[in-house]
Every structure is written in C-alpha cells, then in structure tokens.
C-alpha cells in the first residue's frame, strides 16, 4: 500500500498544481490559452503515473487491473470535473476552429500551451520517479531509460485503432457538449476509460496527440513520423470525420451540408398553390 499511497499523493500534488493555475488565470482573460497548460499538464502527469500502475504495479505493489481501471477513471473524472472546458486535448482545439468557435490564432496559442504542458508533465515526471520513493518508482526509474511503447500493432494497424475510437469518442462528445457537467463529465470519463481498456493491446487509444506525445513518443521501437501518423493523424481524421457526419459539414472548409437534407422551416399556403397554377 506504500506505493499506492505515494501515488495519491502525487496525485493531489498535480491536481493542486493545475487548480492553482487556474484559479490565478481568472484575474488575466487574455492569457486565458494557458489554462490549456495547466489541464494538458494535469492530465499528462496523472496518465504518466497511472502508466506506472499498469506496468510495474501487479508485481512490485499487488496493484491489479481492477485497481488500475478504477484510478483511471477517477483520474479522468477528475480532470473533467477541475479543469471544465479546457480540455488539454489538440483534437478538440481544432475541432473549435473547423466549427469556427475559434481563430486561427487563438487555436496556436492552445496548441503551444498544450504541448509545452505536455513536455513539463514528462520532466515533472522523471523527477518525481529519481526520488524512488517505492519499490514501484524505482523499478519505473530503471524502465524510463528504455520504456515499453504504447503501440504494439503495425503501423496500419495503429492509424485505424487511434481513428475508430477517435471517431466513437468525439461523436458522442458532439452529443454531449450541451448536457450539463453532471451528466457530461462522468459519461466522457468512463468512454475513454473503456476505450483505453479494450485498446491497450492495440495503441491504448490516447485519442489526443499530447497526451501521446508524453507517454510514449519518446519510447523506442518506432520514429517520430510513424508515432505522428498514428496518434496525431489518426486522432485529427477521427474527429474530422466525426464533425463531419455530426454536421454534414465542415464549417471552415465549407458551408453546404453534403450528407443532409435541411427542410424549410416555413411551407407554402396550399392556396397560394393553386392561384399560382390559375396564373
């Protein structure tokens, strides 16, 4: 229980971090894209060490997978709950801009923030795993020197895992943007604690480009390139084509709905009708 312990308060620790950020970015409106910092950073730090449960934790803390599956929900749910619209997920950030709730420059900024989140969750990590403060963390602080990839499938293989779950995940999150947060938080958190489970023999369905970029771009066995083509193309055609099948269109692309028929909302006086064909 040591190490377990030690984790949660790892977990407090981060979760305390990102709140503070937030809570002092209310008085700066204008700097508001670092929210997007803070939620990326939240969210990379807790998978990070969640990552370290699944791993090591079975046979270094007799931590087994329903223990792992459960702190990976109240992680999300509450990363959801703290962090609220700012997702910390690249996905969505352009998924704003094709829906034209965003400007291109503002969209950059988010982009910037998250991945600069991204990359200090990964320091912050490291850091946190040198202290070895279990058997667990010491056993992890050997492996981060050649850490296992999250991609165990082809290539192939890879893109089309990250695409599905990408497409089931921002469907629904399309459904859902309206609902209230007591109904929206904990749904999103247990779809992608389902997908993650059912995908972890496949790529773990990050479903968001930084999240992947700082649990497993910096593993060996594949290049940077193939990383990016299953994590970030994968997950932006995903959403893309969720958007599109939600909408029948991509707003900044175009403005015609290529896959529904809108009805006129206002109909023709069946009188008018005939005088027209007297006429």
Not at 75 to 97: D, R
Not at 133 to 140: E, G, N, Q, S
Not at 196 to 207: E, G, M, Q, W
Request: with cysteine.
């Amino acid at each position: 229980m040591s190490g377990l312990n030690a984790s949660l308060g790892y977990f407090l620790a981060v979760v305390i971090f990102a709140a503070a950020i937030r809570t002092a970015l209310r008085k700066w409106p204008k700097i508001s894209f670092l929210v997007e910092f803070s939620s990326t950073f939240m969210l990379v730090a807790c998978r990070l060490e969640v990552q370290t449960i699944v791993e090591v934790g079975m046979w270094a803390g007799g931590l087994g997978p329903d223990v792992t599956v459960t702190i990976l929900f109240v992680v999300l749910l509450t990363h959801g709950i703290i962090c609220g619209s700012a997702s910390g997920n690249p996905s969505l950030a352009v998924q704003k801009f094709l829906q034209l709730d965003a400007s291109a420059l503002h969209t950059l900024l988010d982009l910037a923030a998250q991945f600069a989140g991204a990359h200090l969750a990964l320091l912050a990590a490291e850091y946190y795993w040198n202290l070895e403060l279990t058997d667990m963390h010491m056993i992890k602080n050997l492996m981060s020197r050649e850490c296992s990839t999250s991609l165990l499938v082809s290539l192939l293989q890879g893109f089309f895992t990250e695409c599905i779950c990408a497409l089931i995940f921002h469907l629904i999150h399309l459904n859902l943007r309206h609902r209230s947060a007591l109904i929206r938080v904990p749904l999103i958190a247990a779809l992608l604690t389902f997908l993650s489970h059912i995908a972890s023999n496949y790529t773990s369905a990050y479903i968001n480009p930084a999240l992947a970029y700082g649990l497993t771009f910096y593993c060996s066995g594949f290049t940077l390139i193939e990383y990016a083509v299953v994590y970030w193309l994968g997950s932006l055609t995903g959403m893309t084509l969720a958007l599109l099948l939600y909408m029948g269109h991509i707003p900044r692309i175009f403005a015609k709905n290529l896959l529904y028929f809108q009805k006129t909302r206002f109909r023709v006086p069946k009188g008018d009708k005939a005088e027209k064909k007297k006429m």
